[in-house]
C-alpha cells in the first residue's frame, strides 16, 4: 500500500480558505459534499484500502466537515456548544479506530476512556445547545476580525497547521493526532470560558481541559518512549 505524509485534506483546507475569502458567510466555512475518500485518492493514497492506514484521518476529515459546514447563529452558547460537539465526535471516531486497530493496551485504554466521556459531553453540550438554539445573537460570526468570529476563525486555521505520518503505526497515528486534537480542544474551551454566558457550560468545559492536558502529558511519555 503507497503511504504518503498526509495533511488535512482539501475538505477542511479549501473550504477554510473559501470562508476566509467570503466575510459575508454565517458558516465556519464554505459547503462542499465531496466525500473524504474522493479528497484522499486525490492526495496520492491508495483508497481501495479505507482500513488501518486512513481511518484516523478519515475521521478527522468527517469532523473537520462538519464543523466548517455549521451555519452559525450568532449566540455563543449554541454555536461553541455544537463546535465542541463536532469536535467530541472527532474524538470518538479516531479512539474507534485505535480500538479497531490498535495493538498498544495503555493506547486502547485511553481510547476507551475518551470514548466514554465524550459520549456523556456530547450528552450535555445537546443539553446546552438545545436550551440556547433560539437565544439572542450576541455576536457577529460573520465579523472574523474581531470577537468569537477572529477567534474561532484563528481556531479553524489552528486545526489545518499539522500534518500526521500516515506510514507510521496505527497506534503512533492515534497518539500524535489525539495529542493535537486535544490541544486543539483546549484551545476551542478557552474560547468557551472567554465568550460563553452559561456557567455550567463554561464549568464543563474547564474540567474538560483539565482532562485533555492530564491526556497529552500521557501521549506525549508514550510517543517518547515508542520512537520509530
Known amino acids: 500500500m503507497k503511504t504518503n505524509r498526509i495533511f488535512f485534506s482539501g475538505i477542511a483546507l479549501g473550504l477554510l480558505i473559501g470562508a ?25 493514497s491508495d483508497t481501495s484500502m479505507m482500513g488501518q492506514d486512513t ?37 470518538i471516531d479516531m479512539s474507534e479506530a485505535e480500538l479497531r486497530w490498535g495493538t498498544d493496551q495503555q493506547l486502547k485504554d485511553m481510547a476507551q476512556k475518551m470514548i466514554d466521556m465524550q459520549k456523556k459531553e456530547i450528552q ?9 438554539k433560539s437565544g439572542p445573537k450576541n455576536y457577529d460570526p460573520a465579523n472574523k476580525n474581531e470577537g468569537l468570529g477572529k477567534d474561532m476563525d484563528k481556531s479553524m486555521r489552528s486545526m489545518m497547521e499539522m500534518g500526521h505520518d500516515m506510514s507510521k503505526s496505527i497506534d503512533h497515528q ?5 495529542k493535537k486534537h ?3 480542544g483546549i484551545e476551542m474551551g478557552e474560547m468557551i470560558v472567554k465568550y460563553a454566558k452559561d456557567a455550567n457550560f463554561k464549568s464543563m468545559t474547564q ?16 510517543l517518547d518512549k515508542h520512537k520509530e
Open 174 to 178: 492515534f497518539a500524535s493526532m489525539m
Open 55 to 91: 481511518s484516523m484521518m478519515a475521521g478527522m476529515n468527517r469532523m473537520m466537515k462538519q464543523m466548517h459546514q455549521m451555519k452559525m447563529t450568532g449566540n455563543a452558547d449554541y454555536d461553541l456548544a455544537m463546535m465542541l460537539k463536532h469536535h467530541h465526535q472527532g474524538a
Open 20 to 44: 476566509c475569502q467570503n466575510p459575508g458567510s454565517n458558516t465556519v466555512a464554505g459547503t462542499d459534499d465531496t466525500s473524504a475518500t474522493e479528497h484522499m485518492s486525490g492526495m496520492g
Open 124 to 132: 450535555d453540550l445537546e443539553a446546552i445547545a438545545d436550551k440556547y
Open 207 to 222: 474540567k474538560t481541559m483539565d482532562e485533555q492536558k492530564k491526556d497529552i502529558e500521557k501521549l506525549d511519555e508514550w
Open 182 to 184: 486535544h490541544k486543539d
